[in-house]
């Protein structure tokens, strides 16, 4: 391993790289949007999204999202403020989401985690959360649309720390919600950011800072909100927890704030809080020890999502890598770990805010996007190290949906064994066979059911093979850890569970609900059943 060179070191510790999460309609594209704002990244809000409009994002690739105006894979955007390179990975936040959700966050050093101040916690964004806790990175919150009416702030905190787990530290606290809003009180400060709308999509929104104990604030805010505030400060002091750096680099604390997106309001001031509290890029785990970015010279790199045909007329697959450390430049020669050879790492890529463009040079906690000529997988390590290592490989996150496969033209099975093959290898969907049978019933396992759409899209357009999709019951699923000592034809489990197995050959059960799980664990004394296949 060789020694990082000061100037790579100064581009890596300039790096921020997080991912956004929130349960959909929350306001994240808003959210990602201002920043890009503030970046000068683009000059005009709605640029990022235009829902079901002429406007497409970038990350609408596939026609079938822009059939309808949703975002089905996850891209990256990168832009520069305040000194910091920030690369947002953009999560799908549709309740459809697949795999490649979870997958986006294992690249990421910390989550901005936006939520719905009328709504509280939503069920997208428990399930995402669970994935940044398993990782330990830090967590920090936005509690947007202030502008509407909200939820007390009390019951917003508690409904965090309940659902989530996860102590909170108010960073500011609002005054007022909806058509009373009048803006946020910094704990810190002991001021007032008063409220305004400069929602036309500018940066220059004058932003009026006031001391809580100014005069001139009688008449900005009633008396009656001036005594709440005070009341509810008094209260939060007392009780909540200090705003602890090292919990919150742990994961253990999530400073939060408030604003409003949509507004303008708040945007800014998050960013500044959040680029100061978040991480550079983190040390990875490797087969090696830890790999620290701000040691390592080498390039190093792990595959986190793999995209086909992007553009249907060139049939290319781009690999989608996170830069774990040192310098990468366009066309470098780097050693694949799990194809055991060197490859030339050609057309890197990188996502912006319209377009994707080429790039020369890019650094650890960047995100590049690489043509595959269809032999990376994901998890895979590149590296010009001398001294090889694999980077922690990227769990298999358990399927929640599940249908049964039908070939509409028996005749062309050859196609639709190599299509629905390549499309599992990229990870979008996990096949599953009949224990006692062949290829010839294959069930077909999903984390989010748009992928079943997408399955059967891609099935027609790419591999011409028309399929016809039947829903199955299932809602668990377990992986038999110990099969060696157990007989699964003989296994008793209870009438409503299904026995299959994966592609390699393991052994599994398919629920369609926890009780039947209990069941068949207490029919069966002494057999392990996982969420994970090992
Ligand atoms: P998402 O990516 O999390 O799904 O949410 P998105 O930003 O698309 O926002 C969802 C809706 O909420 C949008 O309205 C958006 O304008 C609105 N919104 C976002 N932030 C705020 C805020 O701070 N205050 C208020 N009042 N609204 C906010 P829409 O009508 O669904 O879409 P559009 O027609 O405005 O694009």
Request: glycine share 8%; aromatic share 8%.
């Amino acid at each position: 391993m060789s020694k990082i060179k000061d100037d790579v070191k100064k581009q890596i510790e300039k790096r921020r790289t997080f991912a956004i999460i929130s349960h959909p309609d929350a306001g994240k594209t808003t959210l990602t949007e201002k920043f890009l704002l503030y970046g000068g990244a683009i000059n005009q809000a709605g640029s990022v999204k235009g829902k079901a409009t002429s406007k497409h994002a970038v990350s609408d690739w596939m026609e079938i999202e822009k059939e309808r105006g949703i975002s089905v894979t996850s891209s990256v955007l990168q832009f520069n403020y305040g000194g910091y390179c920030i690369n947002i990975l953009d999560t799908p936040g549709h309740q459809d989401f697949s795999e490649d959700t979870y997958r986006t966050l294992m690249a990421a050093d910390s989550a901005v985690m936006v939520i719905d101040a009328s709504k509280g916690v939503e069920a997208q964004t428990r399930k995402l959360f669970k994935v940044c806790t398993m990782r330990h990175i830090p967590i920090f919150t936005f509690i947007n649309k202030m502008d509407r009416e909200a939820m007390d702030t009390f019951e917003l905190l508690d409904d965090i720390e309940n659902e989530l787990g996860i102590a909170t530290c108010p960073v500011n606290w609002p005054i007022g919600s909806g058509k009373e809003f009048r803006g946020v009180y910094d704990r810190a400060t002991k001021s007032v950011e008063l409220f305004s709308d400069t929602r036309k999509g500018t940066t220059q929104g004058e932003v009026q800072i006031v001391p809580i104990d100014d005069p001139s604030l009688n008449g900005l805010i009633s008396e009656e909100q001036k005594a709440k505030l005070e009341e509810e400060i008094e209260l939060q002091d007392g009780a909540g927890a200090e705003l602890d750096q090292e919990m919150v680099s742990k994961g253990e604390l999530s400073p939060v704030f408030f604003g409003s997106a949509l507004t303008n309001f708040g945007v800014e001031t998050f960013l500044k809080h959040f680029l100061k509290m978040t991480t550079s890029p983190l040390p990875r785990k490797s087969d090696k020890g830890e790999i620290d970015p701000m040691e390592e010279g080498d390039f190093s790199a792990f595959v986190f999502k793999i995209q086909a045909n992007m553009n249907k007329a060139h049939r290319d697959r781009i690999a989608f890598m996170r830069i774990c450390s040192g310098e990468f430049e366009a066309g470098m020669d780097v050693f694949h770990m799990q194809g055991g050879k060197k490859v030339r790492l050609s057309q890197p890529q990188q996502m912006m805010a319209s377009e994707r463009h080429m790039v020369d040079k890019a650094y650890g906690g960047d995100i590049i996007g690489v043509f595959d000529p269809g032999i990376f997988s994901i998890g895979d390590t590149l590296t010009t190290s001398s001294d090889k290592f694999s980077y922690e490989g990227i769990p298999t996150f358990a399927p929640e949906h599940f249908a049964r496969v039908r070939q509409v033209d028996t005749m062309k099975r050859k196609q639709f064994i190599k299509g629905i093959n390549q499309i599992a290898q990229e990870g979008a969907i996990q096949i599953f066979q009949e224990f006692n049978t062949g290829m010839e019933e294959i069930i077909v396992g999903v984390v989010g059911v748009l992928q079943f759409d997408v399955l059967k899209y891609r099935l027609e357009n790419e591999y011409n093979v028309d399929i016809r999709l039947e829903n199955l019951p299932y809602e668990y699923i377990r992986w038999i850890d110990n099969p060696q000592d157990f007989d699964l034809a003989k296994l008793s489990g209870t009438s409503d569970m299904k026995k299959v197995k994966d592609l390699k050959d393991r052994p599994l059960l398919l629920f369609v609900n926890e009780w039947s799980i209990r069941m068949t664990q207490e029919r069966n004394d002494g057999l392990v059943l996982t969420e994970f296949a090992r």
